[in-house]
């Protein structure tokens, strides 16, 4: 158990639906991230949020858009994705800007159909 | 540019005998390097990590060194066991600030038992 925790682990979904992905961690941490992690490709920075702040934006596409209500949850909004968006999805946090190892969710298994 | 790379995709071993996973990087500014273990159908986690006024630290099992002349990290597990199956990512820390973790693509390791 890391502390963060993502839900759903799988999710299949169409390109033309909406869904959604939520993370949350219990560790007191206050910068959280999503990861994109394709085969054989190293992790991608999709996005990350201090203090609910966002701080990092990766030149994510717009069909990703991600929430953030406060230090504990993050979100990430689907829609209209494309089959090449089929990854998994990691949610990380860390003790903000420091020089400290990241907490990983166990991921989305996302397939876009 | 700011790379992190693995030299071998795969790395099968005897149950019992050592492991060597290297790692190259090419930003001579960071000072913060972690090791990460990635099992199956989970998140990354964190093993071991090392800053760049060190050369060696070891840990349980594990001992992770750095050679700053020639950028590369290398991560040795002693008496590799079954469980330690898994790919295994380096993770390079910048020391210019911000929350930019660059990893590496990945070592799978198969112990043969």
């Known amino acids: 158990e890391t502390g963060v925790t993502q839900t759903p682990r799988h999710l299949v979904m169409g390109m033309t639906n909406k869904k959604s992905l939520k993370c949350e961690q219990h560790l007191g941490h206050n910068a959280m991230y999503w990861y994109k992690q394709s085969a054989k490709k190293p992790l991608e920075l999709m996005f990350v949020y201090n203090f ?3 701080t990092e934006n990766n030149s994510v596409p717009s069909r990703f858009s991600p929430e953030c209500p406060n230090s504990s949850h993050l979100f990430l909004h689907l829609h209209t994705l494309q089959p090449e968006d089929s990854a998994l999805y990691l949610c990380a946090a860390t003790r903000g800007n420091m020089n400290t190892e990241a907490f990983f969710g166990q991921g989305t298994r996302l397939t876009v159909v | 540019g700011e ?4 030299h071998l995709p795969t790395l099968s071993v005897q149950e019992g005998d050592n492991s060597i996973i290297n790692c190259a990087y090419s930003n001579s500014a960071s000072d913060y390097f ?3 273990k990635q099992e199956s159908g989970k998140g990354p986690q964190f093993i071991i990590d090392i800053r760049s006024n060190m050369d060696k ?3 349980q099992r594990v001992t992770v ?5 020639v950028k590369h990290l290398s991560l040795q597990i002693a008496a590799t066991q079954p469980g330690d199956s898994a790919v295994y990512f380096c ?3 910048p020391n210019t600030g911000g929350f930019k973790t660059i990893f590496g693509a990945g070592t799978r390791l198969f112990v043969k038992a």
């Open chain 2, 57 to 59: 630290r070891q840990g």
């Open chain 2, 3 to 6: 790379s992190v790379g693995l």
């Open chain 1, 52 to 54: 609910k702040e966002q």
């Open chain 2, 65 to 69: 060194l750095l050679n700053k002349t």
């Open chain 2, 34 to 36: 972690i090791w990460y």
């Open chain 2, 91 to 93: 993770a390079e820390i």
